[in-house]
């Protein structure tokens, strides 16, 4: 009997690894778990490439590709086939990996408390011995910075924040992105520019 089961499962793995991602995709939709996993073994190496690249923490690299694990499986009927699933699923680990980024700018590891009316902001610490005056400013200038990216459009919004990231170059933001290096460069001089409208000299110059 395990010698049988034993055989059964070796042909649904062949099977499975001579399957098109199509028809595995067809497959995990229905819920067949082992479709998804064998989707996943195939192009999750890549997404974590693309995490540790965006992040530059192997930590930061292994924890987006778990939500970007958990956000493709329950949300893989959204998938519509118009992209290879490498891509999309990259995309996925894209935006998991931004959004620990922007976690991290929010709530950096060393920093003091401010309060400002009814809310508590943080803002780091670069040197205790700089007046406290010219730090307050700079945090000022790099929040108002954050907010102003996170009201660009997505499209706009995933290039600038990827270049931002270990200060990316214009290639490498358009391999991260999966979009040409002419429509990278073309949305970032369109988040510039709406930037610059809605930020002071000062702030605009941090970009």
Not at 62 to 75: F, G, L, P, R, S
Not at 180 to 195: D, E, G, I, M
């Amino acid at each position: 009997m395990n010698i049988c089961r034993s055989q059964e499962e070796f042909s649904v793995k062949l099977l499975m690894a001579a399957a098109s991602d199509g028809v595995l995709v067809g497959m995990a939709k229905l819920r067949d778990h082992p479709a998804f996993v064998e989707l996943w073994n195939r192009h999750s190496h890549v997404a974590f490439k693309v995490a540790y690249r965006i992040t530059g923490s192997r930590d930061d690299a292994e924890d987006a590709i778990q939500d970007a694990w958990m956000k493709a499986y329950v949300h893989l009927n959204t998938f519509d086939g118009r992209a290879k699933f490498s891509t999309w699923l990259t995309r996925i680990a894209i935006n998991s990996s931004l959004m620990i980024l922007r976690r991290k700018r929010a709530r950096p590891e060393t920093s003091m408390d401010i309060t400002d009316g009814d809310t508590w902001q943080h803002w780091e610490i670069a040197d205790q011995t700089k007046n406290v005056e010219e730090l307050y400013a700079r945090h000022e200038r790099g929040e108002h910075l954050r907010r102003a990216i996170c009201r660009l459009q997505p499209t706009l919004r995933t290039v600038v924040e990827i270049h931002q990231s270990n200060d990316r170059s214009v290639k490498e933001v358009a391999e991260l992105a999966g979009i040409s290096v002419a429509a990278t460069k073309s949305r970032l001089l369109r988040a510039r520019k709406l930037l610059r409208k809605s930020l002071c000299p000062e702030e605009y110059m941090t970009l």
